[in-house]
């Protein structure tokens, strides 16, 4: 079991930056691959950007490639996602996930383990 805690959300201006933090606890956190997705209210949780178990390896969704950034430190076994040039349509909860990527970074299914979400609220 992997337990995931994401923190860092909150309400931002439009081109404001936020950074979220996602504190892995359980089996060994270099193991998995990390991906964060967003839910906005009405919509279906999507894919946000991956990172490999290594951190060589980043993958971003078309919207916001440029504007946020993925990274991870096994060391403090922690995910991040630096989120830049915030706009109101990055308003969603957005939750962290482990997982080994077996049907794709961005797939949902790729990921067995998820946090509970924070909440990222940007005011045009």
């Known amino acids: 079991q992997v337990q995931l805690v994401e923190s860092g959300g909150g309400l931002v201006r439009t081109g404001g930056s936020l950074r979220l933090s996602c504190a892995a606890s359980?089996?060994?956190?270099?193991?998995?691959?990390m991906g964060w997705f967003r839910q906005a209210p009405g919509k279906g949780r999507e894919f946000v950007a991956g990172?490999?178990?290594?951190?060589?390896?980043?993958y971003y969704a078309d919207s916001v490639k440029g504007r946020f950034t993925i990274s991870r430190d096994n060391a403090k076994n922690t995910a991040y996602l630096q989120m830049n040039s915030l706009k109101p349509e990055d308003t969603a909860v957005y939750y962290c996930?482990?997982?080994?990527w077996g049907s794709g970074v961005t797939s949902r299914s790729s990921y067995g383990y998820w946090g509970q979400g924070t909440q990222v609220t940007v005011s045009s």
């Open positions: 996930a482990a997982g080994g």
């Open positions: 359980g089996r060994t956190f270099s193991n998995y691959a």
């Open positions: 990172i490999s178990w290594s951190g060589d390896n980043t």
